[in-house]
């Protein structure tokens, strides 16, 4: 970095009290070293490691102030994260020379005062977590931030009305618990009372205060003939609405043909089906991975024509809430499924965004996308078949005397939890958590390694852990309390009902009545497992699933790393005679 970025670096820190971290031997955030070079803590620069790209101190126990002028002097920052510390300082106006910000995170901390106009001038923000602070003051107006993804302002004291969002590009919006006052801004239906409860003044008709209706008793004929106009207007909207519907059903009925064939009818189809799958065929033949590929409709498998793809036989596997599950052989041998997903509010543009940004980032043990289709009906998602079947399989199906004992257990847990910090790691800018983490979810590849399967494919509104009240506000902790089953299910070797918050309660309740012995599965017990280690693991677990106490998924990682290792030196120690 250049030395006048390194000095504002340097300033910005100072401004900062980190406590007794800059003590840490890799610290950094001196004008001796260089921030990229020399890894100051929390710094990520880009590919050439010379521009300084994201800050992220969360959880670091910082107070001070945060000091905007100075960091924003770094040209090229992308993403400024903060959360969860001490901060006690204004927003100050300064922000907005943050020009290339994408990602704003100031929740849980203690920054007052008002937030200043500028900070609607950032030109790129997508992403504004302002959650558990004591901002106070007007919001300023936000209708021209387009762009805007998220706003979290939950749990503050804004007062005033609140001033139009563009809510129609919002994924994430919560004006939770504050001092609101006025009408609920029209969003379009996109967000329900939760995003704006907890604030008595505020009125609606999904709010507990209903809005006064304004009593105008100056022209009752002006009003009769509002209301008949209004009337037309309504029938006439009617009539254009059953047309359109008329005509989208009979479109729709095609298009469910033209899938429908292509999943369902076998290489010996006719020629019937040829021609209902033409058009199908044309689009995803458009694309061809000389041509990028990505920008289309459609994301080539390598060595396999769509083609043979379509007509290979497909069976149905598997229908879950989210859609249905095809297994897919072309004849070229290997087998594949196709994930078909229903009911996902997202635009093709942004489906196809979210997918080039997952298929970008490998992992050993996430299960690649090997192609993605998307249209205005459907979004396909292509993975290879796992012939070993999933964990939720393993752990409760009928195995045939398959064992999975501790020491497995344990490495398995390590494995899909430093897994899944990476992704979250690298996908930390977009926010794509995997949004669906369960047993079934996590398959066995042909050597018994375990993947995650069906990375990102959810959006946030499918998740059905409400968290955007609560104090843990981030994409990612709805995978840290899914992760969180997952190590309850391979402990207790019990299944999960609903979203998991069931076992969670009644693993909960058997640990505070101080039986937790038995809560452990029995094989384990058999076997002889360290019932010391099991109950440090158990507590990782419990601190995963409670969403009072947000934990980030490295730090899981490291929890399990350290205790595993712990497990391979006491496996070495008491083989000795
Ligand atoms: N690539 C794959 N190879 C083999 N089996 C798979 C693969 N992907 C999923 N499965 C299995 O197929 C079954 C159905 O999967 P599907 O994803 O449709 O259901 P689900 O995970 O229960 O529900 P949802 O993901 O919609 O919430 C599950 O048992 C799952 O483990």
Known sequence: EDESVIAALVVFMDKLVPGSMQNSPNWGWNTSSDPCINKWVGISCDKDNIRVKKIVLDNLNL???????????VSDLLVL?????????????????????????????????????SITNLPNVKRLFLSNNMLTGQLPDFSKTTGLLSFFAQNNQFTGQLPRFDYRQLDGFSVANNDFSGPMPDDAGRFDASSFAGNPKLCGKQLAVQCPVKKDNKSVKFRTFVIYSGYVVVGLIFVVLIGLLAFRKK???????????SMKNGSDSGKSSESKNSRARSEFSTTSVESGGISSSMVLLPGLKFEDFLRAPAELIGRGRHGSLYKVKPDNGVTFVVKRIKDWMISKDEFRKRLQKIVEIKHPNVLPVVAYYCSKQEKLLVYEFQQNGSLFRLLHGSQNGQTFDWGSRLSFASGMASALAFMHRELQTDLIPHGNLKSSNILFKNNMEPCISEYGLMSSDHHELDLTN????????????????????????KPVQHNGSSLAKWVTSVVKEEWTVEV?????????????????????????VNILTPLVMSDVAAMILSLKEEEDRSMTSSSDP
Request: proline fraction near 1%.
């Open 63 to 73: 107070s001070g102030t945060l000091d905007f002028e100075s960091v924003c002097k």
């Open 81 to 117: 994260s903060v959360n969860f510390n001490n901060i006690s300082s204004h927003v100050q106006q300064q922000i907005s020379n943050c020009k290339r910000l994408t990602h704003l995170y100031l929740s849980g901390n203690k920054f007052s005062g008002h937030l200043p106009d």
């Open 251 to 261: 479109k729709k009925e095609q298009e469910d043909v033209k899938i429908d064939a």
């Open 470 to 493: 609560d104090k843990a506000t981030t994409a990612f902790n709805v995978d840290v309390y899914a992760f969180g089953v997952v190590l309850l299910e391979l402990l207790t070797g």
């Open 520 to 544: 452990f599965d029995k094989a384990l017990i058999a076997e002889g497992a360290s019932e010391e280690r099991m109950v440090v693991l158990l507590q990782v677990a419990l601190k995963c």
